[in-house]
């Protein structure tokens, strides 16, 4: 992916399945939506997520998370997995408009 990301002008887009991607990926990617999460299905007051599906927890199970140099959005999605419930995880989905960048 970073041998293909060199070629391309500006800052890149990345539409990922799972946020488990994030991690590994070069610095121009800016922004990643992503969702596989269902941000927990399952979530219980006082307690959180029964379990994850990505493979670091809490830090890319739901919502906007800002890191230096890039967004990645994690959305809920609608339905469910392994399970048709969802508990404490509300379904969503996200409308993104793109446009220049601030200043621009």
Not at 8 to 26: M, T, Y
Not at 47 to 54: C, K
Not at 74 to 81: H, T, Y
């Amino acid at each position: 992916m970073s041998r293909a990301a060199a070629r391309l002008p500006g800052p890149i887009l990345l539409f990922a399945h799972s946020p488990d991607v994030v991690p590994r990926l070069p610095p121009r990617f800016g922004l990643v939506l992503a969702g596989h999460t269902r941000c927990g299905q399952i979530v219980l007051p006082l307690v959180g997520p029964v379990a994850s599906s990505s493979n670091y927890g809490e830090r890319y199970r739901c919502g906007v998370i800002r890191e230096p140099g890039r967004i990645t959005l994690v959305a809920a999605g609608l339905g469910a997995s392994v399970l048709p419930l969802r508990y404490g995880a509300v379904p969503d989905w996200w409308m993104v408009t793109l446009g220049p960048a601030p200043g621009r």
